[in-house]
């Protein structure tokens, strides 16, 4: 049963921010890189760039997809996939 509920809390995906300063994610998969200014995570809904000032990661926990960061958050970004029959702008220019 306790394989059931990770399997479940990693397919919901909940980012909760507290007056720009902490950020809590659930859903995180894998983080890719981190220093003060830039946090770059997949998460179940896809690719997510965090942006800031003075970033820490105060918990990670990839078992369960939970992290929470403290810092001045800035932005936040979801990396948005085209599918392989979309061609881009600059192709379709180009022919």
Do not use: A, C, W
């Amino acid at each position: 049963m306790e394989n059931n509920k990770n399997i479940k809390q990693q397919s919901s995906h909940i980012v909760h921010i507290d007056n720009r300063r902490s950020l809590d994610i659930t859903g995180v998969t894998k983080v890719l890189t981190f220093n003060e200014e830039v946090i770059i995570l997949s998460t179940v809904m896809g690719g997510l760039t965090i942006k800031g000032k003075g970033m820490k990661v105060n918990k990670l926990n990839v078992d369960s997809g939970d992290m929470s960061i403290e810092g001045e958050i800035i932005s936040l970004v979801y990396n948005v996939k085209e599918s392989p029959n979309r061609e881009s702008l600059l192709k379709k220019l180009f022919k």
